[in-house]
């Protein structure tokens, strides 16, 4: 524990504390109480992120090569696809975004990490949690609702370790020294309560007592839209609001801009699950607010859109010379792109088309990995050496990595987009058959996109071995200094 | 369909309501009364307003960039007093 740590009681009700009236922490001060549980998270989320890699690299060979691998059971399609999901959604993608939250709380608030203990107990049982989901999902265990395939008797692992995170979030914000609440922290807040609260609500309906019928689709969907919506966009969208004007050291573009984008998002975003359910057997008046709140969503897209790009303007020539202003910048453009992209696919006339192909796929994976975990790539970038007083060993790796992924997701979404439309108007039309052996098909229309995803997905992996490497050689250079001075100062008593 | 009722009001109707009953907290704080100074609040004088604080490993830190528009009228942030 920190030595400068309260007590847990005093935590409970600070206001009378006198910790609140000391001044504003320095901000290497606070880096370093962050190093401990950073470096266990981090190293957590960038092994999951390889495995995760590994099992959408086998789904998606199997898609145009089903013979591959296919006489081993814990590598059918049904299971690989699920365990990359949940590997990366919960182990890489989570984990990073605590970490990432973390050093934020603790800068934005101006106080050093306060009771590390909690986030490494938390952090333990976290990475055990999704351990155990994610073999029991290869295993063929999955509940078999999607993004919630973690059978049961591991979720509540998750959820305390998930409790201690919020807890601690609560107790860091409650100590801040800083009088001023910046627009990110809003947004980490936001997360943090959030999260517990769309998930215990689906595990409640889902799987403890499960609703019947087309309801649970209902649930699935609200529960599968939120996560993405109200736990990795905010903590992106704290990350980018808070990196980029940092990195350029120029205050955001227009912060009035800022706040309302907060506050559309938090009262609009949590309807837009039902659009998923165009054309399904469900009230039409649920989809249709859905949809309707689907388009409100152009407000906060447009004022974080305008926020992020005008910063930048006037300033793109840093790009050449700041590794985590490129993450941002190409995550920050992400956001925009796809979230255009998404209220469009929510109309009932582009999602007659678009649903129930590849083009959804694509839309989640621009989401998910072109904004979200470029944004956590450009995080750790900033946090690692500046927690570990070392510098990134290697500007060439990063190089690689930055290339290999942003060519390799582009590859992906793109044409997957176009892919998965041309696929959704052959399946509209009656003429065109699903299989055949002569004439062209679905299937067969639909073969070379498949085929350019698996070569994406190599690149990827490529970039994530690069990001891997240079985090092991970073953690080593810092274990090496840390030994040299130890030999310095004991040479220097001898 | 009346557990959808339930989803509707857990979902729909209680989570913007605690949305705007944590707007009316930040109201009542103030926090939407100096909101250019919000931005700033991020900068210190460890990392000012003007200096990058990012680079390739290898290359020179905390340069300045190279002015393309007029330089911010707000030079340096104002500290709360310690």
């Known amino acids: 524990m920190n030595a400068a740590s309260p007590s847990i009681l005093a935590a409970l009700s600070p206001s009378d504390n006198e910790e609140l009236a000391q001044r504003r922490a320095v901000l290497a001060e606070i880096d370093a109480s962050c190093r401990g549980p950073l470096l266990f998270l981090f190293s957590g989320s960038i092994i999951w992120l390889l495995v995760g890699t590994v099992f959408a690299l086998l789904a998606s060979l199997k898609l145009h090569n089903p013979e591959y691998l296919a006489n081993y059971s814990w590598l059918t399609f049904g299971r690989v696809r699920p365990a990359h999901l949940n590997a990366v959604i919960y182990g890489f993608a989570s984990e990073a975004a605590i970490g990432v939250t973390l050093w934020l709380m603790c800068r934005l608030c101006r106080t050093p990490l306060l009771f590390g203990w909690i986030i490494n107990a938390a952090g333990v049982f976290w990475n055990l949690g999704v351990t155990i989901g994610v073999v029991a999902i290869l295993a063929g265990d999955s509940t078999g609702i999607e993004w919630l395939e973690i059978p049961p008797y591991a979720t509540p692992i998750l959820f305390v370790s998930y409790a201690l995170i919020a807890v601690w979030g609560v107790i860091t914000f409650r100590f801040r020294r800083e009088k001023h609440l910046y627009v990110s922290q809003w947004y980490l807040l936001a997360a943090l309560f959030w999260f517990p609260w769309i998930y215990s609500a689906a595990q409640i309906l889902l799987v403890l007592d499960p609703v019947r019928g087309t309801v649970q689709a209902a649930v699935n969907w609200w529960f599968a839209h939120n996560v993405l919506g109200l736990w990795f966009t905010p903590i992106g969208l704290a990350s980018i609001y808070y990196f980029i004007p940092k990195v350029l050291g120029k205050p955001v573009y227009n912060y009035s801009l800022s706040v309302l984008g907060f506050w559309s998002l938090a009262l609009f975003y949590n309807w837009n699950g039902m659009h998923h359910l165009v054309g399904g057997p469900m009230p039409a008046w649920l989809i249709t607010v859905s949809i309707v709140a689907s388009v409100m969503m152009t407000i906060p897209v447009i004022t974080v859109g305008i926020n992020h790009h005008l910063t930048m303007w006037g300033s793109f020539r840093e790009l050449k010379t700041s590794p985590v202003l490129r993450f941002m910048v190409f995550g920050g453009m992400s956001y925009t792109l796809t979230s255009l992209h998404g209220i469009a696919l929510a109309l009932r006339s582009v999602s007659e088309v678009t649903h129930f192909t590849h083009s959804t796929i694509a839309h989640s994976h621009q989401g998910m990995y072109a904004f979200f975990t470029m944004v956590m790539f450009g995080a750790i970038y900033y946090i690692m050496p500046r927690v570990l007083q070392v510098d990134w060993p290697s500007a060439r790796l990063i190089r690689v990595h930055f290339w290999a992924v942003a060519i390799g997701i582009l590859l992906y979404v793109f044409p997957l987009i176009v892919g998965g439309t041309l696929e959704g108007m052959a399946m509209t039309n009656p003429d065109v058959p699903f299989v055949d052996a002569v004439k062209p098909s679905v299937v067969s229309l639909t073969l070379p996109y498949l085929k350019t995803r698996s070569y994406s997905g190599m690149l990827i992996f490529l970039g994530h071995l690069a990001f891997a490497i240079s985090f092991g050689w970073i953690v080593l250079r810092w274990a090496q200094a840390g030994r040299l001075a130890r030999l310095k100062t004991s040479l220097a008593r001898v | ?82």
């Open chain 2, 1 to 82: 369909m009346s557990v959808l009722w339930i989803l509707f009001v857990c979902s729909l109707v209680v989570l913007p309501g605690i949305a705007l009953l944590a707007f009316r907290w930040a109201m009542r704080q103030g926090e939407f009364r100096h909101l250019e100074k919000t931005a700033l609040s991020i900068f210190d004088d460890d990392e000012p307003v003007g200096q990058t604080t990012d680079c390739f490993p290898g290359g020179q830190r905390g340069k300045k960039p190279a002015p393309t528009r007029p330089p911010n009228p707000i030079s340096r942030p104002r500290l709360p007093e310690a």
